[in-house]
């Protein structure tokens, strides 16, 4: 297996992850309070509307679209959802916006789907279940048509978002409500730099540049962007921390003035 297949199937695999992740917070909450019936066939549907979508989708991407403009299409939309999945990131990581908690989403959902009225057939508890698998799930399509068919790769692509899914799915039948010690930042900082990187090669590709090395660019650019995000993360991070300084001794300063009046 080349280089570029290994970063294109761990790619693929930590962007379904984390959207499954997502999705199985959603699902354990619907099922915990409005029964696991509702929660699994909301699932299912949204599973075989998924299915669907993929069914439709993916042979008009592979087929009817030649190769330089899918490429040049495509890189240019893996570079947009990659740098607002960095931009999120690099924020959180350098304490500029607050870390996202699968347990707060999860206590959430349990409160809002407690408040709701229940039926027999329950179609509150089956149309969120629904939503949320389907909503994340077509993300996981688009990443895994799109990685994949750009990368000639279509098996692979969809075969490590399968293996992402029996892993996240495994995760979830154990700890069930225990997901706050997933690490989703780091994963979405990870994988927003393949993304990029992946995004920069094939639009690269698309424009028509020949790359040094062909695929062998691919780590390369990932490592340099790597390297940016770090760079960018400890230099908010220390400006946070320096900006913040002032202020605080400040607010200090008060409280003794006016412990002393």
């Known amino acids: 297996m080349s280089s570029a297949s290994i970063v294109l199937a761990l790619a693929v695999f930590l962007a379904s992850a984390v959207e499954m992740v997502e999705a199985l917070t959603i699902v354990v909450a619907v099922g915990t309070t409005r029964g696991w019936r509702s929660a ?24 009817l679209i030649p190769i330089g403009t899918l490429r040049l299409v495509v890189g240019g939309v893996l570079l ?3 740098m607002q999945w960095l931009r999120k990131a690099v924020l959180r990581a350098a304490g500029l916006k607050a870390k996202h908690d ?25 149309t969120v279940a629904f939503k949320g698998v389907f909503l994340e799930g077509l993300e996981v ?3 895994v048509i799109t990685l994949g068919s750009t990368g000639h790769a279509l098996a692979l692509a969809a075969g490590s978002a399968l293996v ?6 495994a995760i979830g039948a154990v700890v069930a409500r225990q997901l706050a010690g997933v690490p989703e930042n780091a994963m979405k900082m990870g994988v927003g730099i393949m993304l990029v990187s992946f995004g920069t090669f094939w ?18 650019l990932i ?23 002032p202020v605080a001794a400040a607010a200090s300063i008060r409280e003794n003035h006016v412990g002393t009046r």
């Open 223 to 245: 490592a340099f962007y790597a390297l940016g995000m770090l760079l960018l993360t400890k230099s908010l991070a220390a400006r946070y921390s320096s900006a913040a300084a």
């Open 164 to 169: 992402a899914l029996v892993v996240v799915g």
């Open 141 to 143: 399509v688009i990443i």
């Open 203 to 220: 639009g690269g590709e698309g424009l028509g540049m020949h790359w040094p090395g062909t695929d062998l660019a691919i780590p390369v």
């Open 80 to 82: 947009v959802f990659g």
């Open 102 to 126: 699968e347990n707060e989403i999860f206590q959430k959902n349990v409160s809002a789907l407690s408040g709701a009225t229940r039926t027999r057939r329950d179609a509150v508890g089956f």
């Open 40 to 63: 699994f066939e909301g699932v299912g549907a949204a599973l075989a509307t998924l299915a669907a979508v993929v069914a439709l989708l993916g042979p008009a991407l592979v087929s």
